[in-house]
């Protein structure tokens, strides 16, 4: 636990850091969680004996978050792209040729540890001060916490063989913990239909957050490992720390975006 | 040969009709050509022993090309949120638990069987006679055509070991073939700077065709099959014949779109 306390009090001012000064420094930042996140994913499925084409994910991994960036608008079209690359690069493998589960993980390695997280570009630069990225994060910080202690305390219920440690009580707690912090952001940030939002937005972010957590426990369980990798003390790998954030990264954006902002790009 | 010929003699009319049309009329004909790709993709898939979620993939699939057909500006975001379901519906499956080659290929089946060839839909839409998918297709039918005669005839050197039929010399001639496709349908089309749009555009269609060909072969490969299945009289099953197409469709829809009708969007 103090090891735990000790990596965050590093870690939380660099994130706060990196959130309040946005743009390149923001991008970078994040490239570095992805990079590391994508190699310990990619150690998982080696584990599994499948040979995904890491090296071009990594590469085309940073260029989506360079995108994300420079040009949003062309982020979408430029994952296509990019998974359309990964899939006919492994054509070119000899020795023994390529297997659909090679080119499967491959193509997961892209999407869930590349592009997912890189929605936080677009999230971070909606607002000049990034409260909206801060507001996410702050519903998954209170989404973790709130399930850790109140599932330590009132925990019965398993929720999933998935992952042994969570309970019912727990998951419904962190929800609830994340909707209250969705509600008093959204009423600071004055949204339009603010209750409603809110609720609507932290509910969202809680569970996201909640099954980026078990997809990552889903596929460390399928190798048989506890931890992702060993690179924070007492925090695990990287993508222990950071599975909450992957799926709530393009949900929280296109949320905001779309039904906040109302930018929803209909005719 | 002769059901080969019959097969196509029945088809190549509903093709056309169905690219003349355009509307619901190509998105519904389309939709049944991807449903059955699918099923196939997922028949390769399960006999190296995976299992995905195949009714949900179907389900997505179809409602992505409803999004293309209805809102195309919300297709790429709404492929994000598919996938990320795709991947959580797993974490519900018990007995026994999913694994990551269970999420790697229904992401892959959603991705390649259905998301990409959903481009078909906007690229019908960019005309209102659906001139620039019928040229399109002319580029993948001058490559197939092209590479299949010319490969027969004076195919000496193997192109692939995936593919022990193709050659290198088919190859090039098929890439040929689409590249002068290409160009007199730029000039008639009177595409701005044609020869070199029209050489660009028929040379990426015909690589991507062959690409996607091959990339189904690899699979089938990887599972020991020789035709993905035998719907079509004397052409194997639907997949064998649609494969030129899955990469093709973003690949001429981003090109035609952003290049040669210059609406990349670019701030």
Redesign the interface.
């Known amino acids: 636990m103090s090891a735990r306390i000790l990596s965050a009090s590093v870690l939380i001012p660099v994130v706060l850091l990196a959130i309040y000064l946005g743009g390149w420094f923001f991008t970078l930042a994040l490239a570095v969680l992805v990079v590391l996140g994508q190699i310990e994913f990619f150690e998982?499925?080696r584990r599994?004996g499948?040979r995904p084409t890491e090296n071009l994910c990594l590469g085309l991994s940073l260029t989506l978050l360079a995108i994300q960036q420079l040009?949003p608008?062309?982020a979408?079209?430029a994952?296509?792209?990019a998974?359309?690359l990964v899939?006919?690069s492994?054509?070119?493998r000899?020795q023994p040729?390529?297997?659909?589960?090679d080119?499967?993980?491959s193509?997961?390695g892209l999407?869930?540890t590349g592009?997912?997280p890189s929605?936080l570009v677009q999230l971070r630069a909606l607002d000049g001060l990034g409260y909206l990225l801060l507001l996410t994060f702050a519903c998954i910080w209170a989404s973790d916490i709130g399930a850790f202690f109140f599932g330590k305390a009132f925990g019965r219920t398993p929720l999933?063989?998935?992952s042994p440690k969570k309970t019912v009580e727990g998951a419904i707690f962190g929800t609830t913990a994340s909707i209250l912090v969705g509600l008093a952001g959204a009423a600071l940030l004055g949204w339009s239909l603010w209750p409603l939002t809110g609720v609507v937005f932290g509910l969202l972010v809680g569970v996201?957050g909640l099954?980026g957590d078990?997809?990552e426990s889903?596929?460390k369980?399928?190798?048989g490992l506890k931890d992702a990798g060993n690179l924070i003390p007492g925090h695990g790998g990287i993508l222990d720390r950071a599975d909450s954030y992957i799926?709530t990264a393009?949900?929280a954006f296109?949320f905001i975006d779309f039904i906040v902002l109302g930018r929803?790009?209909?005719?």
Chains 1, 2 share one sequence.
Request: net charge positive.
């Open positions: 998982i499925v599994k499948y040009y608008q062309l979408n079209g994952f296509v792209l998974g359309g899939c006919v492994l054509l070119f000899r040729p390529a297997t659909i589960s080119m499967a993980t193509l997961l999407f869930y592009y997912l929605f999933t063989p998935i996201s099954l078990l997809t889903l596929m369980r399928d190798v799926f393009p949900v296109y929803l790009p209909l005719p």
